[in-house]
């Protein structure tokens, strides 16, 4: 749909699309000449317990903080991620205060991904701006 609309407005105009997306797909919006974008999705993913990661191919990785496989997990959400989430805390830790219904999880969860969609915009504006 972005697309298709994209092509019925302006282009010496900022561009504005409300209520997008996951990180690729702003990735890609961005890519295909939007402007501005917002989304309460970092922030209201993180607090039912989803983080985003980047693999090592550059593939962004959805993660379930609130899985068992996390349970004894000490390493970071994202081992190349600069945010204090990531420097501080281990997922078994994110893992064991979301289980144990500590708000704090919430808040270090949306911390995390709020920090991973700056770097993420950050990326492609480099890389589009040059």
Known sequence: MI???LEWLPKDKP???MGVGYPDEIEEYARMGV???DCVLPTRAG?????FARAEDGS???M???????A???GPIDATCGCMTCARYSRAYLRHLFVAGEPLALTLNSVHNLHFYLATMERVRAELVG
């Open 47 to 51: 607090r039912h317990g989803l983080v």
């Open 64 to 70: 379930n903080i609130k899985r068992k496989e996390y």
């Open 72 to 74: 004894e997990d000490s």
């Open 15 to 17: 561009r504005y699309v």
């Open 60 to 62: 962004i990785v959805r």
């Open 35 to 37: 402007d501005m974008m």
């Open 3 to 5: 697309a298709r609309t």
